[in-house]
């Protein structure tokens, strides 16, 4: 089993940048993908970011190329998004959650746990 636990949301201005992470506990954190979803006020969750147990493989949503980049530290057991330009329309609560497999995938069936979210806020 793993758990889960997102810090780093906050509110900040249109343009500015945040860094979320998310502490894995359990010793099937470093053999398993890892993605980052979002859900807005009214919308259903969407897939951020994504990355290979190794590190070594990422994969984006086309809205946050060139915008955001995720990583991991095994040996702290944590997944980062950090998160560039960012947009008002980027308000949401940031969820990280660990794959069933060492790929990631889009889908938020394919992940198995989930932490509790960090909400972010961009203002105008």
């Known amino acids: 089993q793993v758990q889960l636990v997102e810090s780093g949301g906050g509110l900040v201005q249109a343009g500015g940048s945040l860094r979320l992470s998310c502490a894995g506990s359990?010793?099937?954190?470093?053999?398993?993908?890892m993605g980052w979803f979002r859900q807005g006020p009214g919308k259903e969750r969407e897939f951020v970011a994504g990355i290979t147990w190794s590190g070594g493989t990422t994969i984006y949503a086309d809205s946050w190329k060139g915008r955001a980049t995720i990583s991991r530290d095994n040996a702290k057991n944590t997944v980062y998004l950090q998160m560039n330009s960012l947009k008002p329309e980027d308000t949401a609560v940031y969820y990280c959650a660990s794959d069933r497999t060492s790929f990631p995938h889009r889908m938020a069936g394919y992940y198995e746990y989930w932490g509790q979210g960090t909400q972010v806020t961009v203002s105008s």
């Open positions: 359990g010793r099937a954190f470093s053999s398993v993908a």
